[in-house]
T-cell receptor
Framework: DAGVIQSPRHEVTEMGQEVTLRCKPI?????LFWYRQTMMRGLELLIY????????DSGMPEDRFSAKMPNASFSTLKIQPSEPRDSAVYFC????????????FGNGTRLTVT | DAKTTQPNSMESNEEEPVHLPCNHS???????IHWYRQLPSQGPEYVIH???SNVNNRMASLAIAEDRKSSTLILHRATLRDAAVYYC????????????FGKGTSLLVTP
């Protein structure tokens, strides 16, 4: 079991550029979550999918953020255009269905927008 | 989802037991209680979960109040490697629910 795989681990980009973060959930997991973490705001839920369908995107900051899950083994979080305030660590997590199932987190992508 | 309340920080001496409290007074009857921890520069990792009964695993013990409105994560002998932020969350029995983390408790372990 390779765990949740996120790429890239680090991303440095200039303001205005498009950024795409990638996530491969654990095989067999049918729920996927994107979180953002900053010192000021802690760990914030951005969006989550169940069976590849977005369930709640109310945590997405604004229209510059979008997320897709084209199949059960891949998801992307896109920021276009990026701004310095988007600098944060972005985590992807997955789990199987059922309240007793734990969340498995990836190692995160540290995004720096200059 | 049910909101949880945890102290911002706690401190413990190495080799001593640590009791990390969590209040979840609005928990529903079918919500699970999950604990996670986040070591520096890493993603959160699962620690333990329970529903009604106390639970033990190799990492920790979970004590759940009889009315389920609070729980306590117990680290029996804190080590320096246990220094982390500990999160308590309630998870509904079915999938398709948001899993929101609060600020957690930052545990400092001193030699």
């Amino acid at each position: 079991d390779a765990g949740v795989i996120q790429s890239p681990r680090h991303e440095v980009t200039e303001m205005g550029q498009e950024v795409t973060l990638r996530c491969k959930p654990i095989s067999g997991h049918n729920s996927l979550f994107w979180y953002r973490q900053t010192m000021m705001r802690g760990l914030e839920l951005l969006i989550y999918f169940n069976n590849n369908v977005p369930i709640d995107d109310s945590g997405m900051p604004e229209d510059r953020f979008s997320a897709k899950m084209p199949n059960a083994s891949f998801s992307t979080l896109k920021i276009q255009p990026s701004e310095p305030r988007d600098s944060a660590v972005y985590f992807c997590a997955s789990r199987t269905s059922g309240g007793s199932s734990p969340l498995h987190f990836g190692n995160g992508t540290r995004l720096t927008v200059t | 989802d049910a909101k949880t309340t945890q102290p911002n920080s706690m401190e413990s001496n190495e080799e001593e037991p640590v009791h990390l409290p969590c209040n979840h007074s609005t928990i529903s009857g079918t919500d699970y209680i999950h604990w996670y921890r986040q070591l520096p520069s890493q993603g959160p990792e699962y620690v333990i979960h329970g529903l009604t009964s106390n639970v033990n695993n190799r990492m920790a013990s979970l004590a759940i109040a009889e009315d389920r409105k609070s729980s306590t994560l117990i680290l029996h002998r804190a080590t320096l490697r246990d220094a982390a932020v500990y999160y308590c969350i309630n998870t509904p029995p079915n999938s398709g629910y948001a899993l929101n983390f609060g600020k957690g408790t930052s545990l400092l372990v001193t030699p």
